[in-house]
């Protein structure tokens, strides 16, 4: 399994305290790739053993992008803006296959093989305004608007799935 990660910020600051802008950007990746062998000896009725090989593999890429706003208003008061895109693309194969025993030769085994391949999209916008009232009491209001797509592809069958939905959330 190898897995790596990236990230990068941008941050502006505007005149006053905790006024800002911020940008991150956000990859990371998780390949796995296997290998099983397995060797079938019969006992009884009597044959030549046989083998399979199974090699399922997988790749899994997630990026997001986050911008936000960030503002002290008058009387206490924060306000805070921002928009979120999220991606997932993943892909999953997987390989079966009878080895001969004599030749080494590998065939295929359909009902051992398949790929998929999955994507998800998420954009959402959000914020929230904060106050504080006393000492001891703030009041938080807050919203989030997503819109979600998903495409599922079961490529050894040529399945195609797409949704969107989308979502408001407080």
């Known amino acids: ?23 991150d950007f956000r ?6 790739n296997q290998s099983r062998t397995y060797t079938n000896v019969f006992r009884l009725p009597v044959q030549p053993s046989t083998g399979d090989r199974q090699s399922p593999s997988d790749d899994l890429i997630e990026t997001e992008l986050t911008a936000e706003y960030a503002r002290p208003m008058a009387a206490h008061a924060k ?4 928009y979120d895109l999220q991606r997932n693309d993943d892909s999953f194969d997987t390989r079966g296959e009878t080895v001969d025993p004599v ?4 065939t295929v085994i359909p009902a051992l093989t398949s790929r998929f391949l999955y ?3 998420v954009h959402a916008l959000y914020g929230t305004y904060e ?11 807050g919203f989030r608007v997503e819109a979600t797509a998903t495409d599922a592809n079961q490529v050894t ?12 959330r407080s």
């Open 1 to 23: 399994e190898v897995a790596t990660d990236g990230s990068s910020t941008y941050k502006h600051s505007f005149a006053g305290k905790d006024h800002a802008f911020t940008l």
């Open 27 to 32: 990859r990371g990746e998780e390949a796995e």
């Open 79 to 82: 306000l805070l803006l921002g």
């Open 103 to 106: 030749t080494g030769a590998a």
């Open 119 to 121: 994507r998800q999209t």
């Open 131 to 141: 106050r504080l009232f006393a000492d001891k009491l703030t009041a938080i209001l």
């Open 157 to 168: 069958i040529a399945q195609v799935d797409t949704h969107v939905r989308r979502y408001l």
